[in-house]
């Protein structure tokens, strides 16, 4: 996966880059907002995401975006971060 990149919207993982293709998770949300998307795999062994086409609309990617976002799990990091700053407080 070295040279790839990971896409993220507002501290969530919502896909990535991939051989010069943008592919997203497939959530039930991004499935029913891309109504004519395909599934490819990102590499070899890794499961089937959704291929977006239409990259050059910011309208558009920032609609697809937007709806999958509650659907995306938070990313590990950031419970990290929120547990650590909840056990230790500063005064």
């Known amino acids: 996966m070295m040279g790839e990149y990971i896409i993220y ?8 880059i991939y051989d010069d293709r943008l592919l997203v998770k497939p959530t039930k949300s991004a499935v029913s907002y891309m109504t ?7 590499y070899e062994g890794e499961k089937e995401m959704l291929l977006v086409e239409n ?7 920032a ?5 999958m976002y509650d659907e995306l799990p938070v990313h590990k990091a950031n ?10 407080t500063f005064q």
């Open 9 to 16: 919207y507002r501290d969530r993982i919502v896909g990535g």
């Open 36 to 42: 004519t998307a395909t599934y490819e795999l990102p």
């Open 55 to 61: 990259v050059d609309s910011r309208e558009y990617l």
């Open 63 to 67: 609609g697809l975006f937007n709806a």
């Open 79 to 88: 419970n990290k971060k929120k547990s650590f700053n909840n056990l230790y």
